[in-house]
């Protein structure tokens, strides 16, 4: 589990800033799904209906340098 401070949130349409001067941008997105009731053993067809939502939950960027440091 980790965290994501709301002042790193981006309202639907706003702007990313990247600082510059940058080597390189590494970037990743992860999506989300939402089970929206409980259930076991459900077939593969009838599985969106137990969808409550799908979404993009996270969207972060990383310089080379930052990213050569997590190594």
């Given at each position: ?53 799908i ?11 930052i ?5």
């Amino acid at each position: 589990m980790f965290l994501k401070p709301t002042s790193s949130y981006l309202e639907n349409g706003g702007t990313i800033e990247i600082p510059h001067p940058l080597d390189s941008l590494h970037h990743e997105v992860e999506l989300a799904v939402v089970i929206g009731q409980k259930a076991r053993d459900v077939p593969e067809r009838l599985a969106m209906n137990y969808i409550g939502g799908i979404f993009t939950s996270l969207l972060h960027f990383l310089t080379s340098n930052i990213k050569d440091m997590r190594s």
